[in-house]
């Protein structure tokens, strides 16, 4: 086969493996049990077929790409027909997973023994499920090494996990949250992670029961005690839909925080497509009684924006005057508000962090700064900004502004922040010498809720080559203004998955992320987006600025 061969071998293949509903009578490879899952109703089951005969390099490396994209059911015996012995036992499948472009051929040269393919990446995903998607245009080459086994072509080396076409990716993988809980206690804080379709709510009870990432570990604890693991390391879904979850042993369970337990499987697996209900039971005892903790999701109250020197809300379709705030210092702009309205902020002319005028008081001056990027306002009450170098500050109306320890920001400038409704999470939009970054940090506080530093944070959108303002759309997505191609776009940003832009808004400036999603545009019209795609202006409302929800 040649490499056009190949080539084109893999994208229609993949298209095949693609078909939701497609399911294929295996012709060879060993009889796999099931595992009695049941898995939501987009999902396939394709079997793979093993080596013919006379096979080239080539048909070998193309079939054993196939076979592992298909391999969930039956744990790729069919894939490891392809490998000689020793690497048939070593090879680790879930590994972790490069995600390819459909829309890019990869590259295949053989040389010899040697077969290449230079593959256009998407994503990387790695054996606990953390998707990092990877910047445009990235590429890495794949190396297989072949010899002769009986006479028939095998792979002597491959490198380990999967290498996926997106389409194959997203039939085969899905996005779901882990939850832990906030450090005060009280609320629930979402991880992503991507995990195989098949026998989902297992791979979440077993990722929910080994903690939290590094990047997020320092700002949540986890009511799991070490030691404790599930029963069989399994979780059955009966067809009710109940997720039956056994743990071992009872002595650590029965020990544990059980109301906290109980509310992170709770909501990690009611977030798996088919889940209906869960129970827990330790050692044949059934435990029950979750806690009732918030979620991130979005911020009460309605949108407020600018309008002179005024400070408005829009509410259905008026928009007035917000009750007790008087007139604003002259050119202030970037209101920021905490969800009860007992923290209001602007900045002034100035450039000055100021509070609010409300009820005949005049401002108070939170933080002198100048070039201060907007700010955002935290359910503790604390104000995160920056003045572009320097790092992070959190300044509050109860004592001095403290500067946040964050060294990854170091030679950097912020341009925009943002403040996940949890508390725990920080959005950070910054420029340095490789171009912009949207980073998610956690944020480390002391037990009187005073920021003391950030963790590593992780990239977000790493395909946009231009980043502005960032605001929380929902608990684990993030709006960005930015361009990624063509003209500047809100792009829907996850924490961890794919970035896809909304249709572009004409002069696009700002951003508000809530129930409803609003934009303003540079001639003072307010947008809202309607659906996943379309911009409607909103009627009767104009010379507007900076719309801004809590936080």
């Given at each position: 086969?040649t490499?056009?061969?190949?080539?084109?071998?893999?994208?229609a293949?993949?298209?095949?493996?693609?078909?939701?509903?497609?399911?294929?009578?295996p012709?060879s490879?060993?009889?796999a049990?099931?595992?009695?899952?049941?898995v939501?109703?987009g999902?396939?089951?394709?079997?793979?077929?093993?080596?013919?005969?006379g096979?080239?390099?080539?048909?070998?490396?193309?079939?054993?790409?196939?076979?592992?994209g298909a391999?969930?059911?039956?744990?790729?015996?069919?894939?490891r027909e392809?490998l000689?012995?020793?690497?048939?036992?070593?090879?680790q499948?879930?590994?972790?997973?490069?995600?390819?472009?459909?829309?890019?051929?990869p590259?295949?040269s053989?040389?010899?023994?040697?077969?290449?393919?230079?593959?256009?990446?998407?994503?990387?995903?790695d054996?606990?499920g953390?998707y990092?998607?990877?910047?445009?245009?990235?590429?890495?080459?794949?190396?297989?090494?072949?010899e002769?086994?009986?006479?028939?072509?095998?792979?002597?080396?491959?490198?380990?996990?999967?290498v996926?076409?997106?389409?194959?990716?997203?039939q085969?993988?899905?996005?779901?949250p882990?939850?832990?809980?906030?450090?005060?206690?009280?609320?629930?804080?979402?991880?992503?992670r991507?995990?195989?379709?098949?026998?989902?709510?297992?791979?979440?009870?077993?990722?929910?029961?080994?903690?939290?990432s590094?990047?997020?570990?320092?700002?949540?604890?986890?009511?799991?005690?070490?030691?404790?693991?599930?029963?069989?390391?399994?979780?059955?879904?009966?067809?009710?839909?109940v997720?039956?979850?056994n743990?071992?042993?009872?002595?650590?369970?029965?020990?544990?925080?059980?109301?906290?337990?109980l509310?992170?499987?709770?909501?990690?697996?009611l977030?798996?497509?088919?889940v209906?209900?869960?129970?827990?039971?330790?050692?044949g005892?059934?435990v029950?009684?979750?806690?009732?903790?918030?979620?991130?999701?979005?911020?009460?109250?309605?949108v407020?924006m600018?309008?002179?020197?005024?400070?408005?809300?829009?509410?259905?379709?008026?928009?007035?005057?917000?009750?007790?705030?008087?007139?604003?210092p002259?050119?202030s702009r970037?209101?920021?508000?905490?969800?009860?309205?007992?923290?209001?902020v602007?900045i002034?002319?100035?450039g000055?962090?100021?509070?609010v005028?409300?009820?005949?008081?005049?401002?108070?001056?939170?933080?002198?700064?100048?070039?201060?990027?907007?700010p955002?306002?935290?359910?503790?009450?604390?104000?995160w900004t920056s003045?572009?170098?320097?790092?992070?500050i959190a300044a509050?109306?109860?004592?001095?502004?403290?500067?946040?320890?964050a060294?990854?920001l170091?030679?950097?400038?912020?341009v925009?922040?943002?403040?996940a409704?949890?508390g725990?999470?920080?959005?950070?939009?910054?420029?340095?010498?490789?171009?912009?970054?949207v980073d998610?940090?956690?944020?480390?506080r002391?037990?009187?809720?005073?920021?003391?530093?950030?963790?590593?944070?992780?990239?977000?959108?790493?395909?946009?080559?231009?980043?502005?303002?960032?605001?929380?759309?929902d608990?684990?997505?993030?709006?960005?203004?930015g361009?990624?191609?063509g003209?500047?776009?809100?792009?829907?940003?996850?924490?961890?998955?794919?970035?896809?832009?909304?249709?572009?808004?004409?002069d696009?400036?700002?951003?508000a992320?809530g129930?409803?999603?609003?934009?303003?545009?540079?001639?003072?019209?307010?947008?809202?987006?309607?659906?996943?795609?379309?911009?409607?202006?909103?009627s009767?409302?104009?010379?507007?600025?900076d719309?801004a929800?809590?936080?």
């Open positions: 086969m490499a056009r061969r190949l080539r084109r071998a893999l994208v293949c993949a298209a095949v493996l693609a078909l939701a509903g497609c399911v294929s009578v012709t490879g060993p009889v049990p099931g595992d009695g899952t049941v939501d109703a999902s396939i089951d394709v079997l793979a077929e093993g080596p013919r005969p096979a080239t390099p080539e048909q070998v490396v193309e079939g054993f790409m196939l076979a592992g391999g969930f059911l039956g744990e790729f015996a069919t894939a392809y000689t012995g020793p690497v048939r036992q070593d090879w499948p879930r590994a972790g997973v490069i995600v390819y472009s459909p829309s890019v051929e590259e295949v053989q040389d010899g023994r040697v077969v290449t393919l230079q593959v256009p990446v998407v994503a990387r995903v054996a606990e953390r990092v998607e990877a910047p445009a245009a990235a590429q890495e080459s794949v190396t297989f090494e072949l002769q086994d009986g006479g028939e072509w095998r792979i002597s080396s491959a490198p380990q996990g999967l996926l076409d997106q389409s194959v990716f997203d085969q993988f899905r996005a779901t882990l939850y832990f809980v906030s450090a005060d206690g009280d609320f629930l804080v979402p991880e992503t991507w995990f195989p379709a098949r026998n989902l709510q297992t791979s979440v009870s077993r990722a929910l029961i080994a903690g939290p590094p990047w997020l570990r320092d700002a949540v604890t986890t009511a799991f005690p070490e030691g404790v693991t599930l029963t069989a390391q399994t979780v059955v879904l009966d067809d009710q839909g997720a039956q979850v743990l071992e042993p009872a002595s650590a369970v029965l020990a544990a925080d059980l109301p906290e337990l509310a992170q499987l709770d909501q990690s697996l977030a798996v497509p088919g209906r209900s869960v129970k827990v039971q330790t050692e005892v059934l029950d009684g979750p806690a009732t903790l918030e979620r991130g999701g979005l911020p009460d109250g309605p407020e600018l309008q002179g020197d005024r400070l408005m809300t829009f509410d259905v379709d008026a928009l007035t005057q917000v009750e007790g705030v008087d007139a604003l002259a050119g970037d209101p920021a508000r905490d969800e009860a309205g007992d923290v209001r602007v002034d002319g100035a000055d962090l100021v509070t005028p409300a009820s005949g008081e005049a401002p108070v001056a939170l933080l002198q700064g100048g070039t201060l990027v907007a955002s306002v935290d359910r503790f009450g604390w104000v003045r572009g170098t320097g790092g992070l509050s109306t109860q004592g001095d502004p403290v500067a946040v320890a060294d990854w170091d030679g950097r400038t912020v925009s922040v943002r403040m409704r949890d725990t999470r920080l959005a950070v939009v910054s420029r340095g010498t490789d171009g912009f970054s998610v940090c956690a944020v480390v002391d037990a009187s809720g005073t920021p003391q530093r950030t963790g590593e944070p992780i990239r977000a959108g790493a395909v946009l080559t231009e980043a502005g303002e960032v605001v929380w759309l608990e684990s997505m993030l709006g960005v203004i361009r990624s191609t003209a500047t776009a809100v792009h829907r940003v996850p924490v961890s998955g794919p970035t896809t832009a909304l249709a572009e808004v004409p696009l400036v700002s951003l992320g129930k409803v999603v609003y934009a303003a545009s540079g001639d003072g019209v307010l947008h809202k987006l309607v659906g996943n795609a379309t911009w409607v202006a909103v009767g409302v104009e010379d507007v600025r719309p929800y809590p936080g």
